[in-house]
């Protein structure tokens, strides 16, 4: 909204500044975050009242529930704020004309709507048995086939959408997977980034922390890739609009960190499922416009660290009948570990940031 006010420059000259998506990148960050400090206190309040609370998983993992005693009742469903403070300050702050930003907050909100259903029915069976793991990636797969549905819809978007572009190379590998691979593909993106933050979202602070540095990541990556000049000297592929993006991952960056005032230990409210297949997701839906889906492995690092744990600790067990892991995912192994809740987070936070970084630096060694 506030970008159209540059049309007014004759009038007003500083108007202008309202065209560059850098100043519009960090007046949404700052808006989200600000909203958050704002409304958080207001939701918690809110959601104390109608009783959505967090239930622990007292029979089926009691090891579980004696390392985290404190947390059965603390307001959950904290996601759903962010997914508004964060989608108020992209309409903000964004161009509106944009199909990339649209496909990113549709994502944000189906996928947070599949997190709610989820939660909802946690909470009203004052328990932890949500949708079913088939249930919840059937919808998660008919959202990635709707979404590039719309991306072969346009011609701007549809060659690209079939390519294949992996980090250190500045041609696609594959130029044109075919859209049944390509909905594949996009489709174990878009599942496998949601279930490794939700994973991830065990701790205080720990999913929501290592979401703010794969967003900057993103915020630095989306803003290259939509100018022309940056796209064309890193030789990564320039995506005509991207720029919006990196407005949309300002707005996220800022949403987070204000969840994350509220989010460290000990936590005040938990973002349950609603915002952890929500970030998920829209960071996947992201990486896909800007074809940089492959490097969301090294930047979410931590979040495929979780997620590998799991399958790892599930497949062996299958196999031997032992475990890999005193516990799984694996921030429990190192609190299992006598490690210290903020000293996982913290040590994870530090992986998270340096597997950012090494994401931003690919952009360069190609």
């Known amino acids: 909204m506030f970008y159209y006010l540059h049309l007014l420059t004759d009038w007003f000259s500083p108007l202008r500044v309202f065209r560059y998506i850098t100043v519009r990148s960090v007046c949404g960050a700052g808006t989200a975050f600000v909203l958050m400090l704002i409304l958080t206190p207001l939701f918690i309040r809110r959601v104390k009242a109608m009783g959505i609370r967090q239930y622990e998983r007292h029979e089926e993992v009691p090891q579980l529930y004696a390392l985290h005693p404190k947390k059965e009742g603390t307001p959950t469903m904290g996601g759903a704020l962010v997914i508004a403070c964060v989608s108020i300050s992209a309409l903000l702050w964004a161009q509106l004309d944009n199909l990339y930003l649209w496909l990113v907050l549709a994502t944000f909100w189906v996928m947070g709507l599949i997190g709610s259903a989820d939660d909802i029915r946690k909470v009203t069976g004052r328990g932890t048995k949500g949708l079913t793991a088939r249930q919840k990636s059937t919808l998660q797969f008919l959202w990635a086939a709707i979404a590039m549905a719309v991306l072969s819809w346009f011609p701007e978007t549809s060659e690209r959408a079939r390519q294949l572009m992996v980090p250190f190379s500045s041609e696609p590998v594959i130029p044109d997977m075919g859209w049944a691979c390509a909905f594949i593909f996009a489709a174990l993106v878009i599942v496998g980034a949601s279930n490794a933050v939700n994973l991830t979202d065990g701790l205080d602070g720990l999913a929501i922390g290592c979401s703010s540095t794969v967003a900057f990541s993103y915020l630095v990556m989306t803003y290259a890739a939509g100018h022309a000049a940056f796209a064309d000297y890193l030789r990564v592929p320039f995506v005509s609009g991207a720029g919006e993006l990196a407005v949309f991952c300002g707005c996220l960056l800022g949403g987070c960190l204000g969840f994350l005032w509220y989010n460290c230990h000990p936590a005040s409210v938990f973002m349950g499922d609603t915002g952890s297949l929500a970030l998920g997701g829209v960071l996947a839906m992201v990486a896909m416009l800007i074809k940089q889906e492959v490097v969301l492995v090294l930047v ?49 936070w530090v992986l998270s940031i340096i597997f950012a970084l090494l994401g931003i630096l690919t952009l360069k060694i190609r």
Not at 316 to 338: E, L
């Open 300 to 348: 979410g690092g931590v979040f495929v660290m979780e997620a590998l744990s799991v399958m790892l600790q599930v497949g062996f067990f299958k196999w031997k009948r032992r475990r890999i892991f005193a516990m799984a995912p694996i921030h429990h192994h190192f609190q299992m570990r006598r490690w210290s809740e903020t000293q996982v987070t913290i040590r994870f």
